[in-house]
């Protein structure tokens, strides 16, 4: 397996770019990819020609998270303004405008089946799904207080702090992640709190699922710690530990044949794992400040085994990567 870097756009945003989410193809239209920034735009891209087919408007300060949904027609973008805004990709016309209270909302991602999106709760220590028909809120899952009582000079709220949501692939489990190290896991249809995951000791910034139904269990998270971890999400037990960066683990994907994970951090570089050998085999340093985002493609039609993974920087830049 390798990444072989493609092309680079410079100065993709006029600030620094948070975050990425590719939108899936279909018969007729390509993969493309929408990334949001510091500029308080969301943009969409075409991977094939480098091209900006579309600019979002509407949020008033950085957007921190965008998801795009598994129809292909809709998305969704976080900002810390404190609005999620649910808009028709095609038209960037607003289908919803969701209100959380300020610096509650860093994470979004819809369900595997798309009835639903979770937003990671920031300060309210906890993950709320919106039903993505009426765009009602269907429940908050709250993340329950660890241990032995806080000493009263904690600040006891910000210690569950979420920054991270991802759903396993069937939607039974989803999982957050928080600025204390923790991960919690979620029975979503019970709306019940399962478990917490330990073994990092900084923020946890980034989780996901293995795309494969066969190893629904296996999740991946990403740390400030530098360390990335893989889970069973299920059986509560610490499977491996990878390191290598040198910094912060912003950001963490899984390829679609769920054989290699890629990671983006603040020491500037993009790794490639092979999750066989538990070590990395290729280091990328296309950018020059630190890698907020990687997110890998849909498989190609011709060839299942390859598809493109984005990274994205402070440095404004966004990068494509052919995976094979």
């Known amino acids: 397996m390798k990444l072989a870097p493609l092309d680079s756009i410079q100065n993709a945003h006029d600030d620094s770019i948070w975050t990425a989410s590719w939108i899936p193809s279909t018969e007729e239209s390509p993969a493309l990819l929408l990334t949001g920034g510091l500029d308080e735009t969301v943009r969409l891209w075409d ?7 579309q600019t979002f408007t509407g949020h008033c300060l950085g957007v921190v998270s965008v998801t795009s949904h598994p129809t292909r027609r809709i998305a969704a973008s976080a900002s ?7 808009f028709e990709v095609d038209t960037n016309e607003t289908i919803a405008t969701l209100e959380a209270p300020p610096s509650e ?13 979770a937003a990671a709760g920031g300060g309210s220590s ?27 000079s904690e600040k006891s ?13 069937d939607g039974r489990l989803l999982a957050c992640g928080s600025v204390d190290g923790t991960i919690s896991v979620f029975d979503v249809a019970r709306a019940k709190f399962l478990h917490f995951l330990e073994g990092h000791s900084m923020p946890v910034r980034s ?7 066969h190893d629904s269990r296996i999740l991946f998270s990403a740390s400030d710690d530098g360390h990335v971890h893989v889970y069973d999400a299920e059986g509560k037990t610490l499977l491996t530990s990878l390191s290598g960066h040198s910094s912060w683990v912003l950001s963490v994907d899984v390829s679609p044949d769920g054989a290699a994970i890629a990671t983006g951090s603040s020491d500037k570089t993009v790794r490639l794992w092979d999750l066989k050998m538990r070590a990395a085999t290729q280091t990328l340093t296309n950018h020059t400040d630190q890698v907020w985002a990687v997110a890998f493609g849909p498989t190609s039609r011709t060839d299942v085994r390859s598809c493109m993974l984005a990274s994205v920087s402070d440095d404004k830049s966004l990068s494509f990567y052919q995976y094979s």
């Open 47 to 53: 991977p094939k020609n480098l091209t900006c087919i």
């Open 80 to 86: 810390i303004d404190s609005f999620i805004r649910v």
């Open 105 to 117: 909302v860093w994470q979004l991602q819809f369900s595997p089946n798309g009835s639903t999106l």
């Open 126 to 152: 906890s993950v709320k799904l919106w039903d993505t028909t009426q765009w009602q809120l269907i429940t908050t899952l709250s993340i329950p207080r660890q241990g032995a009582a806080p000493q009263p």
């Open 157 to 169: 709220s910000n210690k569950k702090f979420v920054l991270s949501v991802a759903w396993n692939p």
């Open 207 to 213: 989780l996901v699922f293995s795309p494969s139904l």
